[in-house]
């Protein structure tokens, strides 16, 4: 044959093709291949091909199928009735089993809700794809320094600059206000946005129209939830007057669909931001940074070369006056899970949690898949007897291979609806422990979900049972010479090796967040927040001030108060406008201002270093600066007390430094900060209050506050519950992960506890043998629980540099951290040990004083 | 009684009578020549292989040749009960046509 047909269309038809029928095919195919090559070698080939194909027609395929069994059903009722059968023999391993898969699947299916929560966060605008927020970063003493915020007219000025953007938006002070309607007061939060928002945003008008509602700067839109507290009704609400406290009337205009639960902004009403920008003049400035920018770009847009467009914006709009700023956008919805950026490389934020906790779900079901297997794979050299049988009179390998694949997923089916189950009871207390309101709500995804879960559960915990044990000789099993003695046991030493490990990474991972945690809150942080109320000045005027704090020193339970421009919990104000003796000129790092009263330092126990803090007793202090530590050393004064610096374009005096003390979290390292004697601009009040007395002195704080200013209602937060805030999402974690490191523990050392069951059943002969022969119970047990102690060495000497590892990046989050203690790793390996040695134990003492007799009786 | 016989079924047989070593190549040749239309050799299979399952034809293995590359022949030879059912088939057919009536 010259040129051989093709070969593909020559092997398939050796695949499908019946023997009896192949050689006649074969041969008069290319016979006519021959005969056709002469005239047409093309047609030929497509000749032979399409008679290939057409001869895979029933007559001529072969039958794939060696053994058919006559009646499936019969099948399924046979495994099912087994199944059951085994379930009600080996009850123990059935409990175990379910226990632990059900447990493990609960666990699994609330992370699933949690995670799919986080990840939904921000994604419901319409828009999504082309939101983006508009960042900053600043130089600051050699590192890039992250803001998000940019200066008022950015937005304006990239909508008009750049064709890319199709709206922008400015978004400014979200706080709580006191709106009134006929006497009626009403607190609610509110925010100045740009004409754009609504367009761009997916906050729904169910009242007015998007491109419409912003247009006029008294208008003010609110949410239906508000409309329906302020009028009663959501219809008729547009066009009425609402009176915003310490501001203007306003008129609705529009009214919108409540904002989401799964929206990262979360406001009540909005106000159009050219209002407000109208009377403040700050707004019109390239210098100060205040309100959050965010921008639509159009489709298709490509990021990174609209990064580079904007990366010089505020240079250029100041003509090289401000050259240290540069901008770049993240996407709207990514700014949730990744919030992070250090020295302007993204590092994470939320999305660590995220990532933390769907490892911890994969490892809590792999740790209940591998009881499973183990388990079974255990009791399966009891089965053998009959799968030597059952092989024997010719079940088929795949046949034998379903039954254990059904037998596992009927368990992790009936685990699924205890784990639902579970779920459903747990997620009130869940929902408390992670601040969020998740519902079991049965949609598709869920669903899909769990199933797929429940599937992939029993299929890898019945893979390994079903492949191996349906893989043996008959002749071998029923002959009894199997050998299986060295793999089987190599394999299930390391599924058990494998459990262990990943509870040891689990409790430690717990520990440390556990410890970190606890060091945030009981860091010393420079001033003494315990007992401090704060609430917020309510009125600008300076004599009443001085009057409500006269008023207030009175009352018995408050034993000092003062008033303050800082919340203490983070970033307030900065400045750049601070000039120094030997300061480098292109130095553009920004202080942190502390806006004091009189007392103010000493309410809040901030340690003296040196000099001394505002007093009464001198007239001229407003002049007058304080500094901390950090800002000494960054300056490199050497002896600061009676020199002068330049703050704003005036001279002032340092008299005093106080020792470092943390104003933001401790995420932040001790910046530089100064602070100035400005009781006007203070605009919180502090009030130190006696323990025990809370309760009394709050009241009469509240009917001080309503007699002041009866116009507002009295708000007030203590200072370590807001400095606690600042940790909740490590809390949160912290709780969380020491639920479910406790969860898998509890399912390892089920799996422990069947295993040890199982072997000393085992090896029940080779006890009453020894014991006949004299040993004695505590050599048994010593017999025993050594193998398994080896385990679990092993596993503590995989698990502990991993853990090691992993603790060691996670707590580089923070600029204060513990320092790890050796004894972290090895507690948590001791106590895994313990836990073994107690699971362990309880069965090799019940194996080890069994009479000898009993066992061996029928020898 | 004749068994149900298809048009193609019937060629197919008659050829096998025809043809004087008859397999799947030959017998596929002479329906082109003789009928004048064409078929494929899947066509010529399956009817050969139905005829032989009725037992109206039966089949042993020939010789291999060169042009099959190395693969042997088929061969079909039609049984007394394929010469009896096609001779019924005639005699059934002039029958019918005998009955017809003329109109000239």
Sequence with gaps: MEVPPPKYAHRFLRWFCRDDYLEEIEGNLLEMYERQYEDSPEKAQRQYGWNVLRHFRPAFIRSFKVYQPNNYRAMLRHNLILTFRSFQRYKSTFLINLIGLSSGLACALLIFLWVQDELRVDKFHANNDQLYQILEQREQAGKLVLFRTTAAPTAEALAADLPEVTHATTVYNSSSSVLSVDEKDITAKGQFVGNDF??????????????????????????????????????????????????HSYQVSGVFRNVPRNSSMQFD?????????????????????????????????????????????????????????TMFAQRYSDVYLYSNYENGEQSGGRITYVRLFSWVAVFILLIACINFMNLSTARASRQMKEIGVKKAVGARRGSLASRYLSESVSVATISLLLAVLLVSLLLPSFNEITGKQLTFAFDVNLILIAIGITLFTGLVAGSYPALYLSGFDPAVILKNKLNRSVGEQWTRQGLVVLQFTLSIILITAVWVVYQQVAFVQNTHLGYDKDNVLYFERLSWEEGNLKAFLGEAEKIPGVTQISSIGHDMTGHNSGTTGLQWTGRNPSDRTEFEVVRANYGTLELLDIKLKEGRTFSE?????????????????????????????????????????VQDFHFESLHENIKPLFIILNPNSTWNIAAKIEAGQEQETIEQLSQLSKKFYPDYPFD??????????????????????????????????????????????????????????????TSIVQLLTSDFTKMVLVAITIALPISYF???????????????????FVGAGVLVLLIAWLTVGFQTVKAAQANPVECLQDE | MIPNLGQLEESVLLLVMIVEEAYGVSVAQAYEEKTDNTISIPAIHTVLKRLEKKGMLRSWMGKATAERGGRRKRLFEATPYGYQVISQLRENRIKLWSLIPKFN
């Design chain 1, 198 to 247: 609504f367009r761009m945003f997916s906050f729904d008008l169910v009242q007015g129209d998007a491109a419409q509602v912003l247009t006029d700067p008294s208008s003010i839109v609110i949410s239906k939830e508000l409309a329906q507290r302020l009028f009663g009704t959501t219809e008729e609400a547009v066009g009425k007057t609402i009176e915003r406290k310490s501001d």
């Design chain 1, 269 to 325: 009403f909005v106000l159009p931001f050219a209002g407000y920008q109208r009377e403040h003049e700050w707004t019109s400035e390239w210098s100060r940074t205040s309100p959050a920018t965010y921008v639509q770009l159009k489709p298709g847009a490509d990021l990174a070369s609209f990064n580079n467009k904007i990366a010089n914006f505020v240079r250029d709009k100041t003509e090289g006056q401000i050259f240290h700023r």
């Design chain 1, 617 to 657: 007793s001198f007239s001229t202090d407003t002049a007058k600066i304080i500094f901390n530590e950090a800002a000494i050393d960054y300056m490199g004064l050497t002896d600061p007390v009676g020199e002068e610096v330049e703050l704003w374009g005036e001279n002032r005096e340092i008299i005093g430094v």
């Design chain 1, 716 to 777: 007030y937060w203590f200072l370590d519950q807001e400095y606690q805030a600042l940790y909740a999402a490590e809390q949160r974690v912290a709780v969380l992960s020491k639920y479910f490191a406790g969860i898998a523990i509890l399912i390892s050392c089920l799996g422990l506890f069947g295993l040890a069951a199982f072997t000393a059943e085992r090896r029940l002969k080779e006890i009453g043998i020894r014991k006949a022969l004299g040993a004695s119970a």
């Design chain 1, 806 to 824: 992993a603790a060691q990046r996670w707590l580089q989050n923070f600029a204060f951290s513990i320092s790890l203690q050796w004894w972290y």
